[in-house]
């Protein structure tokens, strides 16, 4: 749980700000949270994230190990905007099941439970979430999702973590033509495999690189995969894998 950080931005222009910036349309926030990522210019990923209305500001709860990057690059964006980044004091409480009054439906998919942001202290329901994120082939920021991640290569369209009609963002243009003009050859899939394998080993068929496999949870398991390469003799460190 202590790897998320609950940032606080605040201000007149803080939605407009957030608007120009990130992957999806900030206009959700009326109906609870957002999910969304921020880009480099070369449409390349930056770090994923999940904006909460609260009152007249809006809380950032991102990936700990990118807080202080994307805080620093916000803040070089910001130029003359009347926005303010500070640490809200908030707390990430999620789990599944009934949510209690106050917490948010994780937009990604419903089987990812609720999100409860409070100056309680941090609380997990014990969820197995890794074996949620398989079932549904969900990235994780450090995990599947990297500096060399395109965004609808790792799903987010069907995340809900992307609008195609919001407008301009950073990285929106070549986003839009992976979308509009091209056939995606790789991306995340679901795989089932014989055994556990290291996260991070490669896959192979016969002696081509196929891709790379992650998560894994229950035989089941997430892969970023060159589509063109999969075949059903594929392995990763000797153990037989199929792409789902």
Known sequence: ??????????????RKFLQDLVTNDVAGLDDGLVYAALLTPQGKFLTDFFLAPDGDSV??????????????RLTMYKLRADVTIS??????????????????????????GWRMYSDAPESDDGTDWD??????????????LSEDSY?????????????F???CYVGQEVTARMKHKTELRKGLRQVSLDA???VGTLILSGEKPVGTVFTQS???????????????????????????
């Open 165 to 167: 009609r919001k407008g």
């Open 1 to 14: 749980m202590s790897n998320r950080r609950i940032m606080r931005l605040e201000g007149p222009d803080t």
């Open 131 to 144: 074996a949620i994120r398989v079932a549904h082939c969900i990235p994780e920021c450090g995990i599947e």
């Open 151 to 163: 965004i609808l290569e790792a799903g987010f369209e069907a995340l809900n973590g992307v609008d």
């Open 59 to 72: 809380l950032l709860d991102l990936p700990e190990a990118a807080a202080d990057a994307t805080i620093k």
């Open 196 to 198: 556990p394998v290291p």
């Open 87 to 112: 640490e809200s004091g908030r707390h990430l409480q999620r789990g599944t099941g009934t949510p209690p009054e106050g917490a948010y439906a994780d937009p990604r998919h419903p089987d990812m």
């Open 218 to 244: 229950g035989g089941r398991g997430i892969a970023y995969l060159r589509f063109d390469r999969i075949s059903d003799d594929m392995t990763a460190d000797g153990v037989a894998m199929l792409a789902e």
